[in-house]
């Protein structure tokens, strides 16, 4: 599938209608979307006949991008049960089977080595702070291939810095910086849109042999 | 959801030491076909843990998996292969719950999805 008929399916999918600014709802819009995935499989084969997980799915952009571009099986997980309605809709919309599991990310408990790959646009940590630490922990400990995930350009040293040291990863590489176009969404954002320097990061972690975490 | 799915998924409540397998309460099972891939489930095979494959496709009413662990060699018949792909990836259970082995607290699933939030209390 070439890269604009991807983004193109990707625009079609429905958005947060009631955002809960607690939760840092935002949709991965179709252009980070498609491309985060794009450069996962056509870079690093890290998505098709892959397991695939997408973590914090919101309306389950990048679960769907995964699925678009031949992965295996892809899990999508969120903690909020309008976006797991919608992510539901957004599935059955393109005809893709997706396996929705309802959980905070912080507390997930995972066995064994089953996913490849990790994919997500995780909360900043703008409201409840370091989840996007949490994510980034957790997503490292799943995966048994790589994670690719989205953080804020300022936090990048601070983030190789803790997946490396603390959490086991064996690289972490800036593939590369994007523009988050951030709509007028909530109340409090006084201007129409903003636009957020964030990089798009490919962790690999060390082997974990197969523990339960 | 599907036994892909489950065979992966804990108990994560407080102090539980042994979350897994999750059981299951069965109240509606539905069967949706999926492509088969021989050398997905091959890997597959060598990832997923047996026992909790076999007793959760039991569960589900699916008693073609055999109890014991298969040697290795099984994955090269035709036969078990499709027999693992039915189990693992389309059986669905779409309502019921899954029961923490150790507590016995249900996590719901609703229309496919497993609800695995925790109370404050388990966290």
């Known amino acids: 599938m070439k890269l604009k008929q991807l983004e193109s399916l990707l625009g079609d999918l429905q958005q947060f209608s009631n955002p809960k600014v607690e939760l840092e709802q935002y949709p991965t819009g179709p252009h980070i979307a498609s491309r985060l995935l794009y450069t996962a499989e056509n870079s690093f084969g890290d998505v098709s006949n892959k397991v695939v997980a997408d973590f914090g799915c919101g309306c389950g952009t990048l679960g769907a991008a995964a699925a678009l571009l031949g992965a295996e099986q892809v899990l999508a997980f969120d903690i909020d049960t309008e976006s797991l309605e919608l992510a539901s809709e957004n599935a059955e919309e393109l005809e893709l089977d997706i396996n929705f599991v309802q959980c905070d990310i912080s507390n997930l408990v995972w066995r064994g080595q089953i996913v490849d790959t990790v994919v997500m646009n995780p909360p900043f940590g703008t409201r409840k702070k370091g989840v996007d630490m949490d994510f980034l922990c957790v997503a490292l400990k799943v995966a048994s291939q790589a994670v690719y995930s989205l953080h804020k350009t300022s936090t990048r040293d601070h983030v190789r810095r803790a997946a490396l040291r603390d959490f086991n990863a064996s690289s972490a590489e800036v593939l590369c910086e994007l523009q988050f176009d951030v709509p007028q969404l909530y109340k409090f954002h006084k201007k129409k849109e903003v636009n957020i320097a964030v990089d798009l990061w490919r962790f690999v972690p060390k082997r974990n042999q197969g523990k339960v975490l | 959801m599907r036994l892909l799915t489950h065979n992966m998924l804990l108990s994560n409540i407080k102090g539980v030491t042994n979350g897994f397998p999750l ?18 489930l091959k890997n ?13 496709s039991r569960s589900l009413g699916y008693a073609e998996l055999p109890e014991e662990t298969p040697e290795s060699s099984a994955i090269d018949s035709d036969d078990f292969l499709r027999k693992f792909h039915h189990a ?19 996590f719901p699933v609703t229309k496919g999805i497993p609800n695995m939030l925790l109370h404050e209390d388990e966290v």
């Open chain 2, 23 to 40: 059981l299951i309460e069965v109240e509606k099972v539905i069967e949706k076909p999926v492509d088969f891939n021989p050398d997905f």
């Open chain 2, 44 to 56: 597959m095979f060598l990832k997923a843990d047996w026992k909790a494959l076999v007793d959760a």
């Open chain 2, 88 to 106: 693992l990836l389309e059986l669905h259970l779409e309502e019921g719950a899954l029961v923490c082995p150790e507590t016995e607290r249900k």
